[in-house]
């Protein structure tokens, strides 16, 4: 059987025939994206980059691949629309094709075990968007195991042209348009993985959160004895802080000793006693021999 292929279009009609449709649409009130490069280079950015390189990645597109860039290059992708889980495009080429691809969604262990392994690693949303990522996290998130990007059983692709392949060159074209629209919007590619980036940046601030409350708590309780000098007493238990004070027993054992009882005195007070005059014992002895007068 044969098959009657389209005859070859040049590179500047294909170029005319795209401007023309994008007007067209526009003066309707439809929302047009087309793809323009500055240069040959498809993706400046990491999140461009990073999805074209992904892409390239896999013997399954290494044959298509090429014809895409040239696509691409050439201006003769019309339209591209992101959307959660799909991407819609128009391409310009014997004539205008409609093209498809479905992405499948990030699965959700797999986004909990990302976001559990980036904690702490992830500075700012900006910082996200901008791809300024340490490798450490840039490895996780162009793995091709528990990475953000999609491996080929992950993506449905379909075109309007008579090329029966699994990917033609239009839909080639298409997937390097995607890279070169994260350059502009990397916020896209979450949104094309159904992930809320977000999400990435609150579970990084968390896990630095608690790794920073930790290093306080250290100091203020192993650090703060030698920075003000002074030993600090080591908490009771909550049972024995408040428990009310007991009253000391009195013990079981020999009884408290009684104090000595007071002796009467039987002559004058002590003050007067002091105050008598004292006589010394030879007086004494000589006054008893003599007789009285």
């Known amino acids: 059987m044969w098959y009657a292929f389209r005859p070859y279009v040049p590179v500047a009609k294909r170029r005319a025939q795209a401007a023309r449709e994008v007007e067209k649409r526009r003066k309707k009130g439809q929302a047009v994206s087309p793809v323009v490069l500055e240069g040959r280079t498809i993706a400046h950015t990491f ?13 399954d ?4 691949l090429p014809r895409g860039r040239s696509y691409v290059r050439n201006g003769s992708v019309v339209d591209v629309q992101i959307q959660p889980g799909k991407v819609t495009a128009l391409v310009s080429g014997s004539e205008l094709y409609e093209v498809s691809i ?13 976001k559990s392994r980036c ?13 300024q990522l340490s490798k450490g996290v840039i490895g996780l998130v162009t793995s091709h195991d528990g990475g953000l990007f999609p491996r ?13 392949a699994g990917m033609c060159k239009h839909v080639a074209a298409v997937l390097y348009g995607v890279g070169a629209r994260l350059d502009q919007q990397p916020e896209l590619f979450f949104r094309l993985r159904k ?7 609150e579970e990084a601030v968390s896990g630095a959160g608690k790794k920073t409350a930790t290093r306080k708590k250290t100091l203020a309780e192993a650090d703060i004895a030698g920075v003000f000098g002074i030993e600090l007493a080591q908490p009771e238990a909550d049972d024995a802080s408040h428990a009310p004070a ?21 002559g004058a007070p002590a003050a007067k006693l002091a ?4 006589r010394s014992p030879k007086a004494s002895k000589r006054g008893k021999g003599k007789p009285k007068a």
Not at 103 to 110: N, V
Not at 152 to 164: A, L, R, T, V
Not at 275 to 278: F, I, L
């Open 61 to 64: 597109f290494e044959n298509r």
């Open 119 to 131: 904690a702490g690693q992830i500075g700012s949303v900006v910082e996200l968007l901008q791809g």
């Open 152 to 164: 080929p059983g992950e993506i449905k692709m379909s075109c309007s042209c008579p090329d029966w």
């Open 195 to 201: 992930v809320d980036h977000l999400e990435l940046i």
């Open 102 to 114: 479905a992405i499948a969604p990030l699965p959700e262990k797999q986004w909990r075990a990302l």
């Open 47 to 59: 999140w461009g980059k990073a999805w074209c390189d992904n892409l390239e990645s896999y013997s």
């Open 246 to 266: 007991k009253p000391k027993r009195r013990q079981s054992g020999a009884p408290a000793a009684k104090p000595a009882p007071k002796h009467r005195q039987s």
């Open 275 to 278: 105050d008598a005059p004292r």
